[in-house]
C-alpha cells in the first residue's frame, strides 16, 4: 500500500469517528432499538419504543460472513434497479485511490477490509454516516443520506424511565473506570495523541495541500477534545462528589498528564497555520473548514504572541522557579496564617477563613473584632505576601513585553476576545454609578446605626432576620415555573435535568463544597453539583447553575472546538436566569421577603460593580509602580485604601477602610489571568442588559438568547453582542443594566422605610 492511499484510508477513518458521534450524540441512533429497510423508498427507519427516525440511504454494499466475500451494490442482482444506479457512484474510487477493487463488482476480503471499503464509500458520497443491517447471512452497508422524518416526541425521548435520585448518574458517560468503554476510549487517546504528534510533523514539513491538512487537523482535534473532555470529566465529577476516590484521582491525574502531550505539537501546527498565506480563501473553499473560521483566526491571533519554540520551552520552565513557586508561597503563608483573636476572654489563634466568616454574623461586636484582629494578623506576613506579588507581577511585565502586548491589560483583553473601547464604555459607566450604590451603603449604615458611613467590616452584616425555607422539591417547582415564564425551553431543560439525575444535590462527606455545573459535550448533557440546604439561596444556586447548563445546551450543535466562551461572557446564562428568578421571588413575597432578597442582590452587586471597580483600579497602579521599581508594603496599602476611596466615596466610613483587601485574594496572584476582575463586572451587567432587553421583547427574545448563546464561542465579544442588537462598545449599554440595579436600589430604599 503506498502512501498517499494510507493517508486517505486515514482520514476516511476519521471521518467515520467523527460523523457517528454525531449521529449518536445528536440523532441518538443508539437509542433506537429495531429498523426497517425498504429498497424502494430507499428508506431505513430506525425506530424506538416512543419514536421513529427515517434515512434516505444508499447501498454500499455487502460483505457475507460464511465465505468471507464482498460484493458491491452495484454489482448485486438482489438489489433493485434504482438502488444499484446510485452506488454506481463508488466506481469513481478507482481514480481516486488507484485500486481496481472498487470496480470489481465481487471478491474474497477478510471483513476489516469490507469495512475500510465502506468507509471510503462513505467520504466518496459525502454521507451522514454508516449503518450496517444484517440480512440472511451478510452485513450489509448503507450510507445514510439524510434525515426524511422524524417523530421524535422531545419529552418522551428525553426522559428515560428512571427512579428519581439525588445523587448525579454518570453511567451515560462510562459504567467504570475498568469497564471496557473507558478503556478502549483510553487506548484510543493514546492513538489520537501519537497521531498528532505524527500530523504536527508531517503538515508542517511544507506548504503543499494545505486544505486536506487543515481538515485534517479539524478532524483530529475535534476527536481529540470530545474524547479528552468524556475521559477527564468522567474522573472529575466522581473526585468532586468523593475527594478520597482513589481510581477518579488517579485517572484524573492521567488525562491531565496526556493533556499536557498536547502542547508541543499543538505549538507547532498553530504557527504552520499562521503562516499560511491566503488562510481566508482555502478556508472558504471548504464546507468543512468553514465551520472554524473563529477557531483558526484565534489561533492566527494567538500564534503572533508565541516566542520561539526555545523561548517558549525556556518560559514554561523559568515559570516553575518563578510565578508558580511564588504563588505557592504566597498561598502557604494564607493557608497557614492564624488570626489571633479573644472571645470572652479567651485568646484564640483561629485560621483565616474563620475569622473572615465572622463578618456575616449576626452580633456586631464579634463583626467588629474579627476586623481588628484580621488587619492587626497581617503584620506578620505583610513582608512576604507582597514579595510574591513583586514576583508574580514582575513575571506577567517580562514576559508580556516579550510577546509583544503592549501591556498586561492588552493581554488580557487578548484573551477575552474583548476590546479596550468596550471595557472603557463599561467602566466609564461603572464610574458614574458609583453615587446610587453609596446611597445604599449610606442607608444600611443608618439601619445598622452609624452616621458617618458603612465601616467596611459591616459590609455583608445582615440588616434584617428574615430567612426564607424551600426544600428541594420547592426550590425545583419554582425554579422550573420561573423559567417557564420566560420561555418554555429554558423550563424543558431544567424539568430535563431535574428528572434525569443530572443534579447531585445534597452535601455528603467527601463531596467538594460550593456549586457547578458541568456541560458535558461529548453526550450532549450537563451535569450539576449542588450543596442544599433548604435556604431560598440553595435555590438561587440551583438556577443560577441551572442557567449555566442551558448555555451548554444552547451549544450543543455546534462542534466541541466552538465552545470554548470567554470568561466575560462565562456569567451570563447564570446570572440572567438568577434574575428571572429573583425578580419573581421579590414579586411573589412578602414585604419583609423581599427586602430581605433585594438587600442580598444589592449587596452581591456593590461587590460585583463597586469592588471589583476598586480592583481594578488597584491592580492598575500595581503595574505602574512594578514597571518602575518593587512594591513596598505601605505602597500596596496606600495604593488599596486609595481605591477603595475612589470607588466606595462616602459610601464607606473612612476610618474603617481595609488596606489588606490584596492579601487574601487570590486574583492578583494569576500570572496567567490578570486583571481578573472586570470580566465579573462584565458577566453581571451584561445579564442585567439582557433581561433589560427582555422586558423590552418578552415575545421574541428568548429565541434570540439562545441563538446569542449558541455563538458564544465562535465570535469575539462585540459580534457576539452584535447579534442580538447590543452595542456594548457604547456606554449607553452599561447605563441601562446599571438602571435596573438601581432601580432596586430605590426599592430597598423605600422597603427599609416600611418595614
Ligand atoms: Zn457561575
Redo the contacts with the bound molecule.
Keep these: 500500500m503506498n502512501q498517499a492511499f494510507e493517508n486517505f484510508l486515514k482520514l476516511c477513518h476519521q471521518e467515520i469517528f467523527e460523523k457517528q458521534k454525531i449521529l449518536t450524540d445528536t440523532y441518538k441512533i443508539n437509542e433506537y432499538r429495531t429498523y426497517s429497510f425498504s429498497q424502494q423508498e430507499k428508506k431505513l427507519v430506525l425506530k424506538s419504543e416512543t419514536s421513529e427516525m427515517a434515512f434516505d440511504v444508499i447501498c454500499i454494499g455487502s460483505w457475507k460472513k460464511d465465505d468471507s466475500s464482498f460484493v458491491w451494490a452495484w454489482a448485486n442482482e438482489n438489489i433493485s434497479e434504482e438502488m444499484r444506479e446510485e452506488s454506481k457512484t463508488l466506481q469513481g474510487l478507482a481514480e481516486t485511490t488507484g485500486f481496481n477493487v472498487f470496480k470489481e463488482g465481487g471478491f474474497e476480503c477478510e471483513e476489516a477490509v469490507a469495512k475500510d471499503l465502506a468507509f471510503m464509500a462513505i467520504h466518496q458520497l459525502e454521507a451522514k454516516g454508516i449503518y450496517r443491517i444484517e440480512i440472511d447471512d451478510s452485513y450489509v452497508f448503507l450510507a445514510l443520506m439524510k434525515v426524511s422524518e422524524s417523530n421524535i416526541d422531545r419529552t418522551e425521548a428525553g426522559t428515560s424511565k428512571k427512579e428519581s435520585s439525588l445523587d448525579w448518574s454518570l453511567d451515560e458517560l462510562y459504567d467504570s473506570f475498568e469497564g471496557n468503554a473507558y478503556q478502549d476510549d483510553l487506548k484510543k487517546l493514546d492513538t489520537l495523541i501519537k497521531e498528532l504528534v505524527q500530523v504536527a510533523d508531517e503538515i508542517t514539513k511544507d506548504h503543499e495541500n494545505e486544505k486536506e491538512k487543515l481538515e485534517r487537523y479539524i478532524n483530529l482535534s475535534e476527536t481529540m477534545s470530545l474524547t479528552f473532555e468524556k475521559l477527564g470529566v468522567y474522573a472529575e465529577l466522581i473526585v468532586s462528589v468523593n475527594s478520597k476516590d482513589e481510581l477518579a484521582n488517579k485517572y484524573a491525574d492521567i488525562i491531565d498528564q496526556k493533556q499536557s502531550e498536547l502542547a508541543e505539537p499543538e505549538t507547532k501546527i498553530s504557527k504552520w497555520i499562521s503562516e499560511i498565506k491566503d488562510l481566508e480563501t482555502i478556508i472558504d473553499s471548504s464546507a468543512r473548514l468553514q465551520e472554524f473560521k473563529f477557531f483558526f483566526k484565534e489561533i492566527v491571533k494567538n500564534s503572533k504572541y508565541l516566542l520561539s519554540e526555545k523561548e517558549e520551552v525556556i518560559i514554561a520552565k523559568m515559570k516553575n522557579t518563578g510565578s508558580t513557586a511564588w504563588v505557592n508561597y504566597k498561598n502557604l503563608l494564607i493557608s497557614t496564617h492564624k488570626v489571633e483573636l479573644e472571645q470572652e476572654g479567651v485568646k484564640e489563634e483561629l485560621p483565616l477563613t474563620v475569622v473572615l466568616n465572622m463578618a456575616y454574623d449576626k452580633d456586631r461586636e464579634v463583626r467588629k473584632k474579627a476586623y481588628e484582629a484580621e488587619i492587626e494578623s497581617y503584620k506578620k506576613i505583610e513582608e512576604g505576601i507582597v514579595a510574591a506579588l513583586n514576583g508574580i507581577k514582575g513575571e506577567v511585565l517580562t514576559v508580556s513585553k516579550l510577546r509583544g502586548y503592549k501591556s498586561p491589560l492588552d493581554m488580557t483583553l487578548k484573551d477575552s476576545r474583548m476590546q479596550k473601547k468596550t471595557l472603557d464604555a463599561m467602566l466609564e459607566a461603572m464610574k458614574e454609578s458609583m453615587p446610587i450604590f453609596r446611597k445604599y451603603l449610606r442607608r444600611k449604615a443608618e439601619m445598622l446605626g452609624y452616621s458617618n458611613g458603612l465601616p467596611f467590616y459591616e459590609m455583608y452584616a445582615p440588616v434584617i432576620e428574615k430567612e426564607m425555607k424551600y426544600t428541594y422539591e420547592e426550590g425545583k417547582a419554582f425554579v422550573e415555573k420561573q423559567f417557564r415564564s420566560f420561555d418554555n425551553e429554558l423550563g424543558d431543560y431544567a424539568r430535563k435535568a431535574m428528572d434525569n439525575n443530572w443534579i447531585d444535590v445534597l452535601p455528603k462527606e467527601g463531596k467538594v463544597g460550593g456549586a457547578f455545573c458541568c456541560a458535558v459535550h461529548s453526550i450532549g448533557e450537563s451535569r450539576v453539583l449542588l450543596n442544599y440546604g433548604d435556604n431560598f439561596g440553595d435555590t438561587i444556586t440551583m438556577a443560577?447553575e441551572l442557567g449555566?447548563g442551558y448555555h451548554g445546551e444552547c451549544l450543543k450543535n455546534e462542534s466541541i472546538l466552538n465552545t470554548n466562551y470567554p470568561m466575560p461572557l462565562a456569567?451570563t446564562a447564570?446570572t440572567f436566569c438568577e434574575t428571572i428568578v429573583k425578580k419573581a421571588a421579590i414579586k411573589e413575597g412578602t414585604k419583609e421577603e423581599a427586602f430581605a432578597i433585594l438587600e442580598t442582590e444589592i449587596s452581591d452587586a456593590t461587590q460585583v460593580i463597586v469592588d471589583i471597580y476598586s480592583r481594578y483600579l488597584f491592580e492598575t497602579a500595581v503595574f505602574e509602580q512594578r514597571e518602575e521599581s518593587p512594591i513596598t508594603v505601605e505602597q500596596a496599602k496606600n495604593f488599596m485604601i486609595e481605591a477603595q476611596k475612589e470607588a466606595y466615596g462616602d459610601g464607606l466610613d473612612p476610618e474603617y477602610l481595609h488596606p489588606y483587601m490584596w492579601t487574601w485574594k487570590s486574583h492578583y496572584y494569576y500570572a496567567d489571568a490578570n486583571f481578573y476582575n472586570f470580566p465579573y463586572a462584565f458577566g453581571l451587567l451584561f445579564a442585567k442588559g439582557l433581561y433589560a432587553q427582555y422586558l423590552k421583547d418578552t415575545e421574541t427574545f428568548p429565541g434570540k438568547y439562545k441563538q446569542l448563546l449558541a455563538v458564544t464561542g465562535k465570535m469575539d465579544i462585540e459580534d457576539v453582542t452584535k447579534t442580538i442588537g447590543i452595542d456594548v462598545s457604547n456606554p449607553e449599554f452599561w447605563r441601562d443594566s446599571l438602571k435596573i440595579i438601581e432601580e432596586d436600589i430605590e426599592e430597598f430604599m423605600k422597603l427599609s422605610y416600611e418595614i
Excluded: L, Q, R
Design positions: 443560577h449555566h456569567e447564570s
